[in-house]
């Protein structure tokens, strides 16, 4: 079992940046892989980046390639989003996700924290 606990979120103007936390609890935290997601009003939740258990694997979303960076440290149980140059379109509410299915765009990870929320101001 892993609880996710996200933070970081908040508002910002465009152009700014975030960066956003994801703590794990559990002990086997750094044999699943991370993905951030995200679900805008009215729209259906979205992949935006992953990182695999080994942190040698990512992927991002085209939306936000080059502007954003997942990382993760095991030793802390914890896995980071940095977003930078964000945009008005970024505004969502950000969801952490685990599974040890490994890195995937696939939504349907085992765990998922509870959503951390990201305004971006124009």
């Not at 079992?1 to 794990?24: F, P």
Request: charged residues 20%; positive net charge; glycine residues 12%.
């Amino acid at each position: 079992q892993v609880q996710l606990v996200e933070s970081g979120g908040g508002l910002v103007q465009a152009g700014g940046s975030l960066r956003l936390s994801c703590v794990a609890s559990g002990r086997s935290f750094s044999l699943y892989a991370m993905g951030w997601f995200r679900q805008a009003p009215g729209k259906e939740r979205e992949f935006v980046a992953g990182i695999s258990w080994r942190p040698s694997n990512t992927d991002y979303a085209d939306s936000v390639k080059g502007r954003f960076t997942i990382s993760r440290d095991n030793a802390k149980n914890t896995g980071y989003l940095q977003m930078n140059s964000l945009k008005p379109e970024d505004t969502a509410v950000y969801y952490c996700a685990a599974d040890r299915r490994g890195l995937t765009r696939d939504p349907n990870y085992a765990y998922w924290g509870q959503g951390t929320q990201v305004t971006v101001s124009s």
